[in-house]
């Protein structure tokens, strides 16, 4: 649909490999990944539980790129701290209740593409666009609790930990087990161990060398990780 209605436009698919409406995997992939595209990008983003109900579609403008999905919260990283210009997109009478993707959303950023205005896709939104709930570590006397808030396809736990809340002198835990301080890189770690590192985007993450941290531990996104600070 969309290369229908835009010919010759770059398609970058950044992920098909996202579980099931899983909209939190989604708002943290797409927070990843936009700072790498120029400005004036169009993002499609669809991950839609909702598809067919009364939840919204949006085309938005903000950090001077432009995305489209459903207002479910998908967008919650984008928006963060940003000056957000969104519009309400109409929804056909011949769209598909289960397909918006199509009928929807690709006709929208493909609009996008072709250099149309995003006030002429569809009514100003005057609210403020769905968001996920963000929990922040917190400390519980000498240790810093946070959670996993992403699992990867190797079994990464990519947890809310950052450079700035976390010191390197830290001891990490996670289900009880001891993981240790933090490592530079994967192959600090013998085959099979536990490693704690951070990771490309800035967040501390919990991997096996050679294994899966989730498969390990049974556990996902929202799981607990402790950091013992003394």
């Known amino acids: 649909m969309l290369l229908s209605r835009a010919p010759g436009t770059t398609l970058v698919d950044i992920s098909h490999a996202l579980a099931p409406g899983d909209v939190r995997a989604a708002a943290y992939i797409l927070g990843r990944a936009w700072r790498q595209f120029p400005q004036g990008s169009v993002h499609l983003a669809v991950v839609d539980p909702g598809v067919g109900t009364e939840r919204g579609a949006l085309a938005i403008r903000a950090h001077g790129h432009l995305f489209v999905g459903p207002d479910n919260g998908t967008f919650t990283i984008i928006i ?33 593409v072709m250099g149309a205005a995003l006030e002429t896709l569809g009514t100003p939104f005057a609210g403020i666009p769905e968001r996920l709930s963000v929990r922040e570590p917190h400390h519980e006397g000498k240790t810093l609790i946070g959670e996993v808030i992403y699992v990867d396809r190797f079994g990464t736990l990519v947890t809310n930990f950052t450079a700035e809340n976390l010191p390197a002198y830290a001891s990490i835990e996670i289900e009880g087990v001891e993981v240790g301080r933090l490592k530079r890189t994967f192959g600090d770690a013998p085959p099979g161990a536990l490693v704690a590192y951070m990771g490309s985007a800035g967040e501390m993450e919990i991997a096996v060398r050679d294994g899966s941290a989730a498969r390990r531990f049974g556990i996902g996104v929202g799981g607990k990780v402790r950091a013992r600070l003394g």
């Not at 519009?87 to 929208?108: K, Y």
């Open 80 to 112: 963060r701290d940003a000056a957000v210009q969104a519009v309400s997109l109409p929804i056909p009478s011949a769209a598909s209740a289960t397909f918006h993707g199509r009928d929807v959303f690709a006709p929208a950023a493909a609009a996008l």
